[in-house]
């Protein structure tokens, strides 16, 4: 029968050993690689984030992943993560590619039902959204938005107002 609570003393001291020094390693490559890599999450951020986690398991846990491996591993993941956020900066057609763009759901206090069909929000979640921002009324929201990120971003205002912030939103 296989050992199921303990394996043995060299296997803890390899685990610890491996587990610090691929954390240390981590931590610096996501401080090189700058504050993007762990800005708030889009579905990419949010992809590569559990890929980096998944590989980080596996480098302390399976003894078949040397740390040389594990740690290029970590760095390719950082650093493709890195070039794609880099270019999408560069690259409008990139950008919405991997982050897509955000919808805008209600216009001067009335949903846009194409739209919420389109991003698959129900009208309960639009109102959550209007309501955790302050605001009682739906005529009293200029528009509320569904970020790249998944969150909701309301914007009160008066109807028909003309919002510089809704450029580029669909």
């Not at 846009?112 to 129900?122: C, F, I, K, Y």
């Amino acid at each position: 029968m296989e050992a199921i609570f303990f394996n043995g003393w060299s296997v803890l001291g390899r685990t610890l050993l491996i587990g610090v020094l691929a954390y240390v390693s981590l931590v610096f490559m996501l401080r090189v690689s700058g504050k993007r890599t762990l800005a708030k999450m889009n579905a990419f951020d949010l992809v590569v984030t559990v890929a980096i986690g998944s590989t980080l398991a596996t480098i302390v846990l399976s003894k078949s992943v040397a740390l040389a491996e594990g740690l290029l591993a970590l760095a390719l993941l950082i650093g493709m993560q890195f070039a794609i956020s880099w270019s999408s900066t560069r690259m409008p057609w990139l950008r919405r590619v991997v982050t897509g763009e955000p919808r805008l759901l209600l216009r001067d206090g009335t949903m846009l039902d194409e739209a919420l069909r389109d991003a698959r929000v129900t009208r309960e979640e639009v109102r959550a959204a209007v309501r955790s921002s302050g605001i009682g009324a739906l005529g009293d929201v200029a528009a509320v938005v569904l970020e790249t990120d998944g969150s909701f971003s309301v914007i009160a205002g008066q109807p028909g107002a003309a919002l510089s912030s809704l450029d580029g939103v669909k």
